[in-house]
């Protein structure tokens, strides 16, 4: 389970995302990695490789996009852990 | 200029129940509407009505406000036909099914055991009944607005811009379809207009006292069986199914669940995730030969109001009174509460026009003739749908999926 500056924490096993005891993205399964892609965005990466930008609200701090991600680095392969910027 | 002794902004469950009530008192009601009955958040929200089997122990509060809340629907809907008589509730994990009948039988629901009916695939669920029918809200919606008409209450097309204090009572200033400007003075008013309200008081320079959130729905249709079932598949997540029978045979089921969504901006493809993950759960409960018989895939995102401070997804307040008592907020979290808040705003403009306090039972809806139904309700009109989705083989595309949520 990751969990960043912010408070947020993903499961890697489920891709959920979590705030405190709120669900704030049900996952669709098992991540290779979560990392912070920027202030308010979250990019996740799954086992098959697909790559989505997670942004979160500032004012509401809920889930307010998702998207496909491009032309955003990819975490390093070859690692089931997460990587994390804090 | 127009006069009106109350001016109501919506024409959803708390808005038509309210200025019919208050018609019904004797009050000359004008009811402001820029679509029709429900086209907002009332149809949106879930495009049915259950009386509230949707809660847990992180909610100690609801079952004493559903408890109420049942009270006013059981006289309310002593005439509208449900679509399903009872409810199944489904967990993967039989001890969630036994803590979920205790919780819920002390908190004063009718549970009886049910084996798994033979349209969820029976390896991987657990379920218990529940005695709570489920309703389609345009029935509900439909007869509403018949016995206003009947009442006198005025009906204007139009959206209430702006409201402000006007002598000793208020002023709403009108965009009509046209474009054109109205006018109307009344003593109060009732602010009912759901995901318009927040505009309604940035405009008028009043509190931002209701929040938005966005949520989405996902609609199946087929020759499918009608069925109200709920899956927690956590604590504090799950999904609720339920039905209604078009005259053609083929049910539509609506899929909906507990999660909420930031309201501004561009969501991306937000709502082709959540579909997509809808999807998965529901191929993982539900008996695969049922869902063959799904030939159609559409949905629309709703949004969901509350009053600040925000309370998890559930506000247990639900009515504000602003400008010294002449203007009353109505936006209750959940619609199975709508007549608690109409309760309420009558409460405060009835004390305002001087009527009798003493709140008087609901009388029962008279159903609209079946014939009169629309085949698809207003807030479905324009979705688009995938048809002939292979659902047991790879479900359609996260991007394939969001496109159904571009109106």
Known sequence: MLVDAAGVRISLHTGDVLSGDRLLLAGLGPLRSATRAGEDTILLETVSGERWLVRMSPVSGLVAAVEPAVAVRSAPRGTDRCVTVM | MRHGDVI??????????????????????VLVEPLRAGAGQSGQSHGYLHRGYAYGPDEPQLPALLGT???????????????????????????????????????????????????????????????????????????????????????RPGTVERIEESGDGVRARITEPDGGVAVVDARAAVLAAGAGTPGLLARSGLPAAVQLRRAFMLVLRGRLPAVSVLFPERAEHGLFLASRLGADGRATWLVSDFQSFDSGGDPGQLAGWWARRVLLTLRRVVDAAVLARIDAVSGYAATKSGLLPASGTVAHEFGMELLGGRAVVSTPSKLTLAPLAARRAVRTVAARLGMRPADAAWEPITPVPAGRSPARETWETSMSA??????????????????????
């Open chain 2, 8 to 29: 109501v902004a919506g024409a959803g469950v708390a808005g038509l129940l309210s200025a019919l009530t208050l018609a019904r008192r004797g009050a000359h009601v």
């Open chain 2, 386 to 407: 995938l048809h002939h989705p292979d659902l047991l083989g790879e479900p359609p595309a996260i991007g394939a999926l969001s496109e159904l949520y571009q109106r």
């Open chain 2, 69 to 155: 809340a049942r009270e006013h629907w059981h006289s309310l809907l002593a005439r509208i036909p449900p679509v399903t008589a009872d409810s199944t509730i489904a967990f993967c994990d039989p001890a969630a099914v036994r803590r979920a009948e205790r919780y819920w039988r002390e908190s004063g629901l009718a549970v009886r055991p049910r084996s798994t009916p033979g349209w969820l695939s029976g390896t991987s669920v657990a379920c218990f009944g529940s005695a709570e029918p489920t309703y389609n809200v345009g029935d509900i919606l439909r007869g509403l607005s018949a016995q206003a008409r009947a009442a006198g209450v005025e009906s």
